[in-house]
């Protein structure tokens, strides 16, 4: 695979919800991305649903509810962020940026910004705490990514 391409998977990965950049980063890396495009591309990746999911996600899990099939996602999305939303409104934009910042298993920009619209949280205060947390969160996985690697491969050249 060319080095655009592998970018283009890295940036498409960290779209993905449940993996996000915390799975894309280490693959960029398994992939040879250097550290500042994988941090970038991967952050980009991630970052780039928020908005929409931001702006659409209420209505489309109205209209969820409303079918047979999809009646059920929609209750199971609202209750995951509902069971999250105590953690966001306790410490309103720091909260969520903290929910988002901590690379968790169900923590993240997704999450972070389906609790943010259900608890109808300001556009203005919501996308930059997101950002930041997604930002911290690349951060967070390039260092542990890159310096696990790094310290494995000085023991064991």
Known sequence: MS???????????????????????PVGFGLGLPIYTNYLVSVL?????????????RRILEWMKTTRRFSKI?????????KHSDKVTRYATFG??????IP?????AWTGALVA???????????????????TAGLIMVLAT????????????
């Not at 969520?96 to 910042?101: I, K, S, T």
């Not at 968790?104 to 993240?108: D, I, R």
């Not at 919501?126 to 930002?135: C, E, F, K, R, T």
């Open 3 to 25: 080095e655009l391409w592998n970018h283009i998977y890295v940036f498409l990965l960290s779209m993905v919800p449940v993996l996000e950049l915390r799975f894309a980063i």
């Open 104 to 108: 968790l298993p169900g923590t993240g």
């Open 117 to 135: 619209a259900l608890l109808r949280m300001r556009m203005k205060y919501a996308l930059p705490s997101i950002l930041l947390g997604v930002m």
């Open 45 to 57: 990746g991630n970052f780039l649903p928020v908005p929409f999911i931001l702006l659409f996600i």
């Open 74 to 82: 929609a209750l199971w999305l609202e209750e995951k962020a509902e």
């Open 146 to 157: 890159y310096s696990v690697v790094g310290i494995f491969n000085f023991f064991f050249p």
């Open 96 to 101: 969520l940026f903290l929910f988002v910042a």
